[in-house]
């Protein structure tokens, strides 16, 4: 009831506003710019001694900057779906990167503005939006194509903000007539921090904020072209980030553990197209009061839904009811077990609830660096956020969500994927400014063997797990660090090790199947891959996995099956279609083999093994010119790419090119190393000494 009087009194006021003749609600295109990981004060626009950023401080002036805007999670996913839902954790249920799926039970800002007659399009610039989370819901194009990575890699590649920005700008000119609503999400300044020049010489001390700077430029040329269309004017423009970086304050590195104003503490600009007095706006705000002001602002229908409130009378120079603003941080409560952490902020005040009761002025102490929970009294914080939990809780989301993802997120700290009974009551050993040191080194470790200082790493790793058993990423992470060494059997020993201290990890068996079936032992993995799938059947890595198994052993039609569901799961997934030529190509139907083989490449032109495929099937045809062709194509986005090489000197020498063979094949004894297996040894070197 009190939601309801709320809304109807912030209608009121907007309705008194437009009749006074201030403002009238007009159907404008919608911009909605996220910046990954940016801490409102490295924006020149809010503090000028980190970052320039010319282009956002631009917009900044002529719009309205609210000091004071706070994320509710400090990680991409759930703070994302807050904004485009309007609604809080509690309601929509996405509380980690990994483990959960977008209810479509509720409505995005994207479904809202289609059914008034708009254009969608969404361009996101890294893995953690991929569609497969439900943020896809209500756009006409979601474009989240990424290369193929393999799911043990440390890193997977992002999309430059330049690139983002290049796919958008073109879909507006196909839709600049009609209105529109276009959601631009940037992820470069997420770790690793490695700018592009001039940006990485200018900010050598500071790579974060080299970072900035460079999404700064990008996000100018979508300024320019806007500038040029004239549709400055006809735009409403909304710039705010999912969170922030810690940057070593209180401790954390990076960003996901903790709840303090460095990861949550936002900027939020608001440019509007209709003539207004710009400024800065100091009140309390959230990333859910996004949504309602977008639809006061165009005059439609709010869904009931919607837990933020308009800030449309604070962009009209008024005042707003500043209620609690709800936060948590639970990805090491959903991957470790360890004290779940929730807060409010309230009446100037921010409130954590973990078993060491936290407790700061904002209003003189935005850094939280004064703990006043030991000289106040915190009891009436505790019991707001209860009633908080109580009232605005649906958990429309309980459905985990394909944990061999995890993988894929490791590298960025997010580190998921412990299936352990949750604790009831926590401790203050379980309080997370207790176990910091553990996140720590896990993250040092990450860090370590993606600079290729792997003793360094294992180290730590093996410290981690010496002092606490019960972490499964430890063991994930440490068996990855053998595998990108080549120590495929180190890798399955730590596994097993992994899954007698930490139980039935739904991670540590998914991957331990994937590793057997690297190490070619494919009916040991297609019995824990079956495991893994008992627990979690909706992973399209493990079901990737379970279909080259099959192939491995022969059992075409199972393989097919397996690569069926994976596609059912992930329709975008280029190894799987990489797959599906190889199995066709098994088959002796090389036509289909080539039909995937390019569909993989549409999807991700940097997958090596797609051409080498491709290079397959036309020496099948007998086209061995082609094959040549594909097989250096496979070197271009690969120059190591060990099969294509073998392919190229066996292929070179048959038809008389003895020196071009004679070199690829001196390559392929290089590259393979101690991996060379008798056989090809013995080929490469007759060779090269009877050529």
Known sequence: ?????????????????????????????????????????HLSCYDPSHAKTPNIDALASK???????????????PSHTSILTGTLPIYHGIHDNNGFVLSTRI??????????????????GAFPLDSRFGLNHGFDIYDDKYASKN?????????????????AVAWMKRVKRGKWFLWVHVFDPHQPYVPPEPFSSQYKNDPYSG??????????????????????????????????????????KTHGYFAYNSTLHVPLIISLPFKFKPGRNSQFVSHIDISPTVCDILGIKKPGQLQGISLLPALLGGKIKEGPIYFESLSPYYSRGWAPLRGIIWKGYKFIDLPIKELYDLKRDLREKENLAKKMDWSRFKRKLERIMKEYRLEASTRRFKPG??????????????????????????????????????LAAVKLASEGKF????DKLTKVIRERKEIAQAYLILANLYRNQGKLNKSLDILKKGLKACGESYSLLSSLGITLVELGQPKEGIKALKKALKIIDYDPEAWNYLGVAYWRLGEYDKALEAYKQALKLDGDYALVYNNLGSLFLSMNIPQDAIKYYKKAISLDPQLASA????????????????????????????????????????????????????KYAALYIHIMGDRISSLDKEKMEFLLKNY
């Not at 309801?4 to 609600?25: D, N, V």
């Not at 995005?108 to 361009?123: H, I």
């Not at 590649?157 to 920005?165: H, I, K």
């Open 611 to 662: 051409y080498n495929g491709l290079g397959g099937c036309y020496e099948y045809l007998g086209e061995r010119q082609k094959a040549i062709y594909w097989w250096k194509q496979a070197l271009r986005v690969d120059p190591n790419y060990a099969m294509a090489i073998y392919n190229l000197a066996i292929n070179l020498a048959k038809i008389g090119k003895y020196k071009e063979a004679k």
């Open 1 to 41: 009831m009190k939601k309801i009087l709320t809304s109807l009194f912030f209608l009121f006021f907007a309705a008194i506003l437009s009749s006074c003749g201030r403002y009238k609600p007009r159907k404008f295109n919608v911009l909605l710019i996220t910046i990954d990981t940016l801490r409102a004060n």
């Open 63 to 77: 719009g309205v900057v609210f000091t004071h805007a706070f994320a509710h999670v400090p990680m991409t996913l």
């Open 211 to 252: 970072e900035v700077a460079y999404v700064d430029f990008a996000l100018g040329k979508l300024f320019e072209f806007l500038k040029a269309e004239g549709l400055l004017e006809t735009t409403l423009i909304i710039i705010t980030a999912d969170h922030g970086e810690s940057l070593g304050e209180h401790g954390e």
């Open 455 to 458: 003793k360094e790493a294992e």
């Open 151 to 167: 799911p043990f890699s440390f890193f997977y590649p992002e999309r430059r903000a330049e690139q983002v920005v290049g796919l």
């Open 405 to 442: 993802t995890e993988e894929k997120l490791r590298s960025l700290g997010y580190l998921a994927g412990k299936n352990l009974p949750r604790k009831k009551q926590f401790r203050k050993e379980d309080d997370l400014k207790n176990l910091l040191k553990y996140h720590n080194l896990l």
């Open 107 to 124: 409505k995005t800002l994207a479904e809202v503005l289609k059914g008034e007659g708009y254009s969608t399009g969404a361009f996101v």
